[in-house]
């Protein structure tokens, strides 16, 4: 045991250099367990809430499709062995591995609460009991660890009543000695604090399992010491949301972040009466509205840096959120997400093994109070520690115009080099598109070489690259203002500090005008003679006019017109894509492009997007005068 241990400590130690980390912080921050539910079940969902729990089920048609889907998939998990130990994904972890069990052992354990059919317990326990045979966790990639303590934690609790003694200590060890141990020792010697979407899984994963373990002296010592290095580890990370709840990793890292951090605060809820104030953080009870605007009128997710464009699975937290904040626009959304996803469950088959909590969305959706049609949300929207704005012409009309607006900063967790993007909607298709992330297993994606990938790069945006050059890597895009006025809505935003000592100035705003139409223009004052090269990605198919003032968009049956209104002179025309070969390609995207040359006058660039036929009178004003 003790050469285990130190193989655990050695290889967390040799991990510590590549996890983003904030300043060295102090000791864990003294948390009393006294007030420790004694009994099991005691994580998130007691029994008393059962009853009510089960009265939904029968009485709400959404709930029982949910649980009838659930049951259905535990009948299945009958058949199925347990997983193995197996290091695979992109980056080589046992992370895959991971979620699998995370999916079984929540929906197995849930099911067994549900039914009370022992054939559910008994399978969700030889599933913990193979994870607990498992010679490690994977401390190298802590995720996995953290990930694996919250779900064999959830299932020790869940099924306490039902193991035996010989079980709860296997599983019991297993969740200490590779869980809760490798990375307290990686802490204790280090004393740092994640600052991205890291943080609130691993912290949140751990202590899940502390509290689910601690029934004596010995585990209540142990969690309490795991509670108090979560604290302010979750504290920091939850800095991110404010103050009004917009989060820079972008919708898939909020969606990841999230679901962990409200497990961490529904079991400290349930297990203490107490969340130690992590619920009362600013911008945290605002934060589902960030998830509602990133979402287009498609549900497709704003999928800026490294985020793909699908939900290809759910958001149960939202449902917590609902009834935690008494927000029923949140549980709204996400049954509506929730339907839509089940109608395109065919094309998603490949990702299945990650939508893991569907369980909790379940229980979660049952406990709230039944989601009832709300007001909406505003039309325009903006979260100012981004600096992204979204903007849209109505709520629940999937032909709606749409746009996301990207400012802030290009050097956060997964951004990429794109300040000044946007993503654009209208009648049922998405014209403007974000490619989205590489693999991550490429050679120095996270490292050195992440900039030298077509996808993360600035040409490979919706936005303006300067001498074919990508923005600095600490550039900041502030935005300066979004609003809504009659049928017309605008925001603008300052890029001066994007292409320092390549441009003097740049201002863009995009604008939908009466509800119908959208302008794109910028102002730009170089610093150099470099050309400037105006981008748009599209899946459309495109036709570039004989003159070269307009494009003709066409998609689905829908079209779309591009027209350069200004300045004279200047042509669209076709970028093929350079890629290396260990790249992903990209099949069906044309890079739509204007280049201006270079100089050291100011330029005015301004695009209108319309149906055919729709563009009329473009009202030529200043940038600082859309205010």
């Given amino acids: 045991m003790r050469r285990l241990n130190l193989l655990l400590l050695c290889a967390a130690l040799l991990f510590v250099s590549f996890l983003p980390l904030a300043a060295q912080e102090g000791p864990p921050v003294p948390t009393s367990l006294k007030t420790l539910r004694a009994a099991h079940p005691r994580l998130m969902i007691l029994d008393s809430d059962l009853p009510t729990i089960k009265a939904r089920i029968a009485s709400d048609s959404f709930a029982k499709s949910r649980y009838d889907a659930m049951l259905a998939e535990s009948e299945s998990l009958l058949s199925e062995k347990p997983e193995v130990y197996v290091i695979n994904g992109p980056r080589g972890t046992l992370l895959w591995t991971v979620r699998i069990v995370e999916k079984r052992v929540l929906t197995l354990a849930g099911m067994y609460r549900l039914t009370g059919d022992r054939r559910f317990a008994d399978r969700a326990t030889a599933e913990m009991l193979a994870a607990a045979g498992f010679p490690d966790w994977d401390i190298r990639h802590p995720l996995s660890t953290g990930e694996m303590t919250a779900a064999l934690g959830i299932g020790y609790d869940w099924l306490y009543p039902v193991l035996t003694p010989e079980q709860r200590d296997t599983i019991k060890f297993a969740i200490v000695e590779k869980g809760i141990s490798p990375w307290m020792n990686v802490l204790s010697h280090n004393r740092f604090h994640m600052t991205n979407n890291w943080a609130q899984v691993i912290y949140g994963g751990e202590t899940v399992g502390a509290l689910a373990?601690?029934?004596?002296?010995?585990?209540?010592?142990?969690?309490?010491?795991?509670?108090?290095?979560?604290?302010?580890?979750?504290?920091?990370?939850?800095?991110?949301?404010?103050?009004?709840?917009?989060?820079?990793?972008?919708?898939?890292?909020?969606?990841?972040?999230?679901?962990?951090?409200?497990?961490?605060?529904?079991?400290?809820?349930?297990?203490?009466?107490?969340?130690?104030?992590?619920?009362t953080m600013p911008g945290f009870e605002q934060t589902p509205q960030y998830e509602l605007q990133a979402n287009d009128p498609l549900y497709l997710y704003t999928n800026f840096g490294d985020a793909h464009v699908d939900a290809y699975s759910a958001s149960p937290q939202m449902l917590w959120f609902a009834r935690r904040f008494h927000q029923p626009l949140d549980a709204v959304h996400e049954r509506n997400l929730e339907i839509h996803l089940q109608k395109r469950i065919d094309t998603m088959e490949p990702y299945r093994g990650l939508s893991r909590f569907e369980m909790m969305g379940l229980l979660w959706y049952a406990l709230a109070p039944e989601p009832v049609n709300a007001k909406p949300l505003p039309l325009v929207e903006s979260f100012s520690r981004i600096d992204q704005t979204y903007m849209r012409t109505a709520w629940g009309d999937p032909d709606a115009w749409y746009i996301g607006f990207k400012g802030g900063k290009n050097g956060v967790s997964h951004s990429h080099l794109d300040s000044g993007s946007f993503v654009m909607d209208a009648l049922g298709q998405r014209w403007a598109i974000d490619l989205g992330p590489d693999t991550y297993g490429l050679p120095g994606y996270f490292a050195k070489k992440r900039w030298n990938y077509y996808r993360t790069q600035t040409r490979s945006h919706n936005t303006i690259?300067?001498?074919?050059?990508?923005?600095?890597?600490?550039?900041?895009?502030?935005?300066?203002?979004?609003?809504?006025?009659?049928?017309?809505?605008?925001?603008?935003?300052?890029?001066?500090?994007?292409?320092?000592?390549?441009?003097?100035?740049?201002?863009?705003?995009?604008?939908?005008?009466?509800?119908?139409?959208?302008?794109?223009?910028?102002?730009?004052?170089?610093?150099?003679?470099?050309?400037?090269?105006?981008?748009?990605?599209?899946?459309?198919?495109?036709?570039?006019?004989?003159?070269?003032?307009?494009?003709?968009?066409?998609?689905?049956?829908?079209?779309?017109?591009?027209?350069?209104?200004?300045?004279?002179?200047?042509?669209?025309?076709?970028?093929?894509?350079?890629?290396?070969?260990?790249?992903?390609?990209?099949?069906?995207?044309?890079?739509?492009?204007?280049?201006?040359?270079?100089?050291?006058?100011?330029?005015?660039?301004?695009?209108?997007?319309?149906?055919?036929?729709?563009?009329?009178?473009?009202?030529?004003?200043?940038?600082?005068?859309?205010?």
């Fill in 213 to 279: 373990i601690a029934d004596d002296d010995t585990t209540k010592a142990i969690a309490q010491k795991m509670i108090g290095y979560a604290r302010p580890g979750i504290a920091a990370a939850m800095k991110l949301f404010a103050p009004d709840g917009g989060f820079e990793e972008g919708p898939v890292y909020w969606n990841y972040a999230t679901i962990y951090n409200v497990l961490y605060i529904a079991s400290l809820e349930s297990a203490l009466d107490t969340d130690c104030g992590a619920s």
């Fill in 465 to 627: 690259a300067v001498g074919d050059k990508n923005q600095d890597t600490d550039g900041t895009a502030k935005l300066l203002f979004a609003e809504s006025r009659g049928n017309n809505e605008f925001a603008v935003l300052d890029l001066d500090n994007v292409y320092k000592g390549k441009l003097k100035s740049w201002k863009r705003g995009v604008a939908i005008l009466d509800g119908r139409r959208v302008l794109v223009q910028d102002e730009i004052t170089p610093a150099t003679a470099d050309n400037l090269i105006w981008h748009f990605q599209t899946r459309a198919m495109v036709a570039v006019a004989s003159d070269g003032r307009s494009a003709t968009l066409t998609q689905d049956g829908k079209t779309l017109r591009a027209a350069i209104v200004s300045p004279a002179g200047i042509r669209f025309s076709i970028l093929a894509e350079h890629i290396t070969p260990a790249e992903t390609p990209n099949p069906g995207v044309t890079d739509l492009v204007i280049d201006i040359p270079g100089g050291d006058a100011p330029q005015k660039i301004t695009v209108i997007f319309s149906r055919t036929g729709e563009a009329g009178t473009v009202p030529m004003r200043d940038l600082k005068d859309w205010k």
